[in-house]
């Protein structure tokens, strides 16, 4: 809920300071179907290293319980659109300010646009760096090849069987566990810079589900364990989840490291007695 609250309101900040400048029609650039229904800025946690900008596209065809992006999932039409041609401005405006931007969601990849929205942002002399649940290899191959991407963050979301992966997903597409395996094989091979990262969340995952999870992405480099935060969720049991202790979260990092060359913990915890 947090998430969909700073996007309303950083959408309305940037509306508000924008500097006209050149402008183009860039209206036409984009594929009439895809609209962004959130923006950020300037962030520097969202893509580390770098001074980023974030998009955030509508709709997924996961229904993750633990989603805390209920909005921008379930009912993205209730969201503001961000113009593409204020974007445009913002990008021309801070060129050498900012190095690339974020594109997130929901499932990027489920926008049928997202491959004119990159080459747009390319266009512009901007890095790319994208947010999927890597059920859409195809896809992912593609804009790969087409030098779309600069770095790929792929969510984990269970365990390799498909029933774990269907309660952690709530997608029952019968070939998703084999598709996963080949967006993981597809960033492996790609030699592009990537991670993979899991939300921990109780009731879905165990210290033994994140070392059976770093074992199928064995020798990779990086490996995120991401706090569950209980927000506002698509499945609203969840959001009165108490999310893992900081020492379960290290008892699962030290089972994934025997796999994973470097595995992190990110996310802010829990205030001690929050409600
Ligand atoms: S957490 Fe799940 S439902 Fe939410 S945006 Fe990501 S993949 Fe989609």
Same mark, same amino acid.
């Given at each position: 809920m947090d998430s969909i609250f700073i996007l309303k309101k950083t959408t309305v900040q940037f509306v508000s300071t924008r500097i006209s400048g050149?402008?183009?029609?860039? /209206?036409?650039?984009?594929?009439?179907s895809l609209e962004i229904k959130g923006f950020i800025p300037?962030?520097?946690?969202?893509?580390?290293g770098m001074i980023a900008s974030t998009i955030f596209l509508p709709g997924c065809n996961?229904?993750?319980?633990?989603?805390?992006?209920r909005e921008l999932v379930l009912?993205?039409?209730t969201l503001p659109t961000v113009p593409p041609d204020m974007l445009e401005d913002f990008f021309i405006e801070r060129k050498g300010w900012i190095d690339g931007v974020c594109v997130t969601g929901g499932?990027?990849?489920?926008?049928?646009g997202i491959e004119k929205l990159l080459e747009w942002i390319k266009d512009l002399g901007l890095k790319v760096k994208l947010d999927t649940n890597g059920s859409f290899p195809d896809v992912l191959r593609s804009l790969i090849d087409q030098g779309l991407l600069d770095f790929i963050a792929m969510d984990?979301? /269970?365990?390799?069987?498909a029933a774990r992966y269907r309660i952690a997903s709530g997608n029952r597409d019968s070939d998703l566990v084999e598709r996963i395996q080949r967006s993981i094989d597809i960033l492996r091979s790609s030699g592009l810079p990537h991670e993979f990262r899991t939300t921990v969340v109780p009731m879905i995952h165990s210290p033994e589900d994140i070392e059976s999870i770093a074992k199928s992405i064995e020798g990779d480099e990086d490996y995120v364990l991401q706090r569950f935060s209980p927000k506002?969720?698509?499945?609203?049991?969840y959001s009165k989840l108490e999310p893992y202790r900081e020492e379960d979260l290290k008892r699962a990092l030290e089972r994934a490291k025997k796999y994973v060359k470097r595995v992190r913990i990110r996310g802010a915890p829990m205030p001690v007695n929050s409600p």
């Open positions: 050149i402008n183009f029609c860039v /209206a036409m650039i984009f594929d009439s300037n962030t520097m946690i969202d893509w580390e996961f229904r993750c319980p633990f989603c805390h992006n009912l993205p039409d499932e990027p990849c489920f926008q049928p984990l979301k /269970a365990p390799f069987d506002t969720t698509i499945d609203p049991r």
